[in-house]
């Protein structure tokens, strides 16, 4: 490997935005450690970008107990690593008395604690070279409640106050660590979500290569929060200068009519 190069690791690589990221990443000179569970899309991916860096392929399941230790144990052996991020997400649609319990388990497991856990990993050795940067992507849900979303909205709310705690822990450190918190992004997630139903969803959909250089210019420019989107981050503030009541109700209201126009609208079971 190029010792001129610096390493990123990027979770959920193998589609959407954690893909888009690789090739953000690979065109700005890093060599790149990319993990999800399909080994297949990965290696498809670092033959694409094999021009441009050398891409290593970690696959496994970050949900499962050991998936974070062993995510850090192969890029170890790699080299030191410069950038993390942590992309890798499942999201859920419908009410959560109906999800079912295995959805629960692994969207605590992906979205909160592997998250945790690889930062917890990977900071000590940036900590140590007083260099290195963490990326962790929360989304425009994570600001409010969101009722048929309510555990994947609040683990983006967890994603996004672990990062702001984190970032101001580790200023002056030589660390920057940044939340991205994207709005509607036309990716996999998306598609399994059915946001055909939603109003005005085509107008706010991003697309996730616009998604992931903001991302990389606001770890890069040392923000901590980055919401892509002048209709994104417009709906973030005025959200923000609400009463908290009044957003609550309104989404309630909007899950209500949502629900009763479309009865059945859940995330397909995929496993
Ligand atoms: N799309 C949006 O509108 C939107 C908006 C805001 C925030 N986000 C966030 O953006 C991030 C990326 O999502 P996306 O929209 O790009 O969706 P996506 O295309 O479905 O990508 C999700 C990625 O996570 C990986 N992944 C899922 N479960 C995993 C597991 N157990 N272990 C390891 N990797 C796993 C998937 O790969 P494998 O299936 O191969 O494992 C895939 O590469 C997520 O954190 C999501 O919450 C998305």
């Given at each position: 490997m190029s010792p001129t190069k610096p390493l990123a690791v990027i979770t959920g690589a193998s589609s959407g935005i954690g893909?888009?990221?690789?090739?953000?990443?690979?065109?700005?000179?890093?060599?790149?450690?990319?993990?999800?569970?399909?080994?297949?899309?990965?290696?498809?991916?670092?033959?694409?970008?094999?021009?441009?860096?050398?891409?290593?392929?970690v696959a496994l399941d970050l949900s499962k107990r050991k998936g974070p230790q062993k995510l850090f144990a192969a890029a170890s052996e790699i080299g030191p690593v410069d950038t993390l991020i942590n992309n890798a997400g499942t999201a859920y649609q419908g009410r959560f008395a109906s999800m079912p319990r295995e959805r629960i388990q692994d969207m605590v497991h992906l979205n909160m604690r592997a998250l945790s856990e690889t930062c917890a990993l990977f900071l000590p050795q940036m900590l140590a070279a007083k260099k290195g940067k963490i990326l962790n992507v929360s989304s425009v849900v994570g600001f409010q409640a969101v009722p048929g979303m309510a555990l994947y909205s609040a683990s983006k709310a967890f994603v996004l106050s672990f990062t702001e705690s984190l970032a101001e822990e580790t200023r002056?450190?030589?660390?920057?660590?940044?939340?991205?918190?994207?709005?509607?992004?036309?990716?996999?997630?998306v598609d399994d979500l059915g946001t055909e139903h939603?109003?005005?969803?085509?107008?706010?959909?991003?697309?996730?290569?616009?998604?992931?250089?903001?991302?990389?210019?606001?770890?890069?420019?040392?923000?901590?929060?980055?919401?892509?989107?002048?209709?994104?981050?417009?709906?973030?503030?005025?959200?923000?200068?609400?009463?908290?009541?009044?957003?609550?109700?309104?989404?309630?209201?909007?899950?209500?009519?949502n629900l009763a126009a479309h009865p059945g609208t859940v995330t397909p079971d995929k496993s």
């Open positions: 893909r888009a990221f690789a090739k953000v990443f690979a065109q700005h000179g890093f060599n790149l450690i990319l993990c999800a569970r399909r080994e297949d899309k990965l290696t498809e991916l670092a033959t694409e970008l094999a021009p441009l860096c050398e891409a290593h392929v002056c450190s030589g660390i920057k660590v940044c939340a991205l918190c994207p709005g509607l992004t036309d990716t996999e997630m939603v109003p005005g969803a085509q107008l706010m959909m991003s697309q996730p290569e616009d998604v992931a250089l903001q991302g990389y210019n606001a770890l890069h420019q040392g923000e901590v929060i980055r919401i892509p989107g002048i209709l994104n981050q417009a709906v973030v503030n005025w959200a923000h200068y609400q009463p908290r009541w009044l957003i609550r109700m309104l989404a309630g209201i909007a899950e209500r009519s």
